[in-house]
T-cell receptor
Framework: ETGVTQSPTHLIKTRGQQVTLRCSSQ?????VSWYQQALGQGPQFIFQ???????GRGNFPPRFSGLQFPNYSSELNVNALELDDSALYLC????????????FGPGTRLLVL | AQKITQTQPGMFVQEKEAVTLDCTYD???????LFWYKQPSSGEMIFLIY??????QNATEGRYSLNFQKARKSANLVISASQLGDSAMYFC????????????FGPGTSLSVIP
């Protein structure tokens, strides 16, 4: 059984650019959630995808968008990058939307200059 | 408002000793799940232990136990026999049933285990 994987591990972008982060869910998991973790803080929920549909969203602007594919892998897209978007982006998968435990990937560290 | 509070920004513990990390939560939801995650410097969030709000017994997982006091809305993590590898950030988190899509995290506690 493979765990949650994310790519890339690190990324440097400049303000105004666009970025795509990728996540492969744990085998058998059909739900993927994305979180943003700024330095020194706890993760903040961005959104969740279940069966290729957005299933819930946190307090993030529309320039944060996502996709989920038939194999349950997922992408997080951020347009018009701002300096404050610099953070660790974590992907978590679970078997269903109501399963209690989410399992996290290693994260992608994004730096916006 | 749903919120997690961790009042200890940093903690030190001697190797082989037990340590308690505090967590209080606020929710009006009658049904919720409580979690603890460990985050080493590498960044990966590692699931440690889960407690359901209607569970009668406190959860235990190896050296980890959760001291759940529902009336006080607290869910403290107890780590027994601390090891050097336990040095990390620890996050308390909550998943209310009415907003099951999201997990709400606290600000975290940094634990350092001293040899």
């Amino acid at each position: 059984e493979t765990g949650v994987t994310q790519s890339p591990t690190h990324l440097i972008k400049t303000r105004g650019q666009q970025v795509t982060l990728r996540c492969s869910s744990q085998s058998g998991h059909n739900t993927v959630s994305w979180y943003q973790q700024a330095l020194g803080q706890g993760p903040q929920f961005i959104f969740q995808y279940y069966r290729e549909e957005e299933n819930g969203r946190g307090n993030f602007p529309p320039r944060f968008s996502g996709l989920q594919f038939p194999n349950y892998s997922s992408e997080l897209n951020v347009n018009a990058l701002e300096l404050d978007d610099s953070a660790l982006y974590l992907c978590a998968s679970s078997f269903t939307t109501t399963q209690e435990t989410q399992y996290f990937g290693p994260g992608t560290r994004l730096l916006v200059l | 408002a749903q919120k997690i509070t961790q009042t200890q920004p940093g903690m030190f513990v001697q190797e082989k000793e037990a340590v308690t990390l505090d967590c209080t939560y606020d929710t009006s939801d009658p049904s919720y799940g409580l979690f603890w995650y460990k985050q080493p410097s590498s960044g990966e969030m590692i699931f440690l232990i889960y407690q359901g709000s209607y569970d009668q017994q406190n959860a235990t997982e190896g050296r980890y136990s959760l001291n759940f006091q529902k009336a006080r809305k607290s869910a403290n993590l107890v780590i027994s026999a601390s090891q050097l590898g336990d040095s990390a950030m620890y996050f308390c988190a909550m998943r209310p049933k009415t907003s099951y899509d999201k997990v709400i995290f606290g600000p975290g506690t940094s634990l350092s285990v001293i040899p």
